[in-house]
Each structure stands twice: as structure tokens, then as C-alpha cells.
């Protein structure tokens, strides 16, 4: 049974940083496109980041363009771990946070990643 840990949520000020981390237990977690996801109260599940495999040891990085600048995703794949560095946070990036696995051809869309953790809470305030 895959599984998918979240974990580095909690509260912080405006202007601060947290560190999510997430720890699967995928088979061949290398080949998996990893990305993280958010959803507030009343809206829908939204992209954030992925990592993207393109094949033997590279990977791109994706990003939705309002934390572009302030996020960062990366990954160990000696530890079947991705993390999401986020600094800069400001109150809208309230939300629960998600990450997600998906084999094959790379999505944005949250329809297309087959495993799911938990989720995270990421509480801003101003």
C-alpha cells in the first residue's frame, strides 16, 4: 500500500518561512513526478509545485506563478522524499497542503496524480 507523509505545517507570521516535507513509499520513487498542492476553505485543490521526471536523472521544476520566486521544491530520492522550502509567505497562502505522486507523462491538474497524502495545515497570519 503506497503512502504519502506530510509534515512541517503549523503557524506562522507573515513575511516567514516553513519547510514541508513528504515521505513515500513509492517503488522506484525516482521515476515519479511529485508535486504539491494546496487548498483553502471554499476553493478548489490548486497546482503549487512539481518536480518532473524527464528520464534518467533529470528533472525540472514547476511552479504556479504567484510563489514563484518565494517556493521551492526539491527532492532526495536516496530518501523517496520531496520538500516544498516556503519563504515569503503571505496570509493567501493559507491552506492545507498536499502532496502528490504521479508515474508517466507530467499534469498539473490534480485529477491525474494517483497517490495522495494526508495533508498538511499552512496557517499565514498577518
Known amino acids: 500500500q503506497v503512502q504519502l507523509v506530510e509534515s512541517g505545517g503549523g503557524l506562522v507570521q507573515a513575511g516567514g518561512s516553513l519547510r514541508l516535507s513528504c515521505t513515500a513509499s513509492?517503488?522506484?520513487?525516482?521515476?515519479?513526478?511529485m508535486g504539491w498542492f494546496r487548498q483553502a476553505p471554499g476553493k478548489e485543490r490548486e497546482f503549487v509545485a512539481a518536480?518532473?521526471?524527464?528520464?534518467?536523472?533529470?528533472?525540472?521544476?514547476e511552479y504556479t506563478e504567484s510563489v514563484k520566486g518565494r517556493f521551492t521544491i526539491s527532492r532526495d530520492n536516496a530518501k523517496n522524499r520531496v520538500y516544498l522550502q516556503m519563504n515569503s509567505l503571505k496570509p493567501e497562502d493559507t491552506a492545507v497542503y498536499y502532496c502528490?505522486?504521479?508515474?508517466?507523462?507530467?499534469?498539473?491538474?490534480?485529477?491525474?496524480?494517483?497517490?495522495w497524502g494526508q495533508g498538511t495545515q499552512v496557517t499565514v497570519s498577518s
Open positions: 513509492l517503488l522506484n520513487f525516482k521515476n515519479y513526478n
Open positions: 518536480t518532473r521526471w524527464s528520464g534518467g536523472s533529470i528533472y525540472y521544476t
Open positions: 502528490a505522486a504521479k508515474d508517466g507523462y507530467y499534469s498539473s491538474s490534480a485529477a491525474a496524480y494517483q497517490y
